[in-house]
């Protein structure tokens, strides 16, 4: 594992205790209120170097930009997200079924779901079908 990869896991387990962490090839993810806590809803902490696009058929996913800058494409069209800018410049909804993925360069970001994210609501992007 990269250096970087290396500092964040541990970063995020110290300040999320006993929570389930996933490290991706550029994207780490800290549930830290899971589903199988409350399906209604979940939460997480991610750090995003690049998301592999994708959409829900269920959920629908607010992000919002704790520390850095991210390039978020959502159907296609770019939205520049912020830290600090509530509102239009720091966060973004996306609703099913928009595809959607994100660039970064470990830019942390809260990603609050209704109902909660589950894998099988995760559906990988064909190359053919990324807008």
Partial sequence: MEREKETIVELLKREFPGKRIV???????????P?????????AIAYIRRSEPHHHQKTTEFY??????????VDGVERRLVEGAIGAGGGA???PPQAHYAVGDWTRVNVYSEPGWTPE???LLKKEDEK
């Fill in 23 to 33: 490290v991706l090839k550029d994207e780490i993810i800290c549930e830290v209120k």
């Fill in 93 to 95: 909804v996306v609703k």
């Fill in 35 to 43: 589903t199988s806590e409350h399906p209604d809803w979940s939460e």
């Fill in 121 to 123: 609501d995760h559906l």
């Fill in 64 to 73: 919002e930009v704790e520390r850095g800058e991210l390039s978020f494409f």
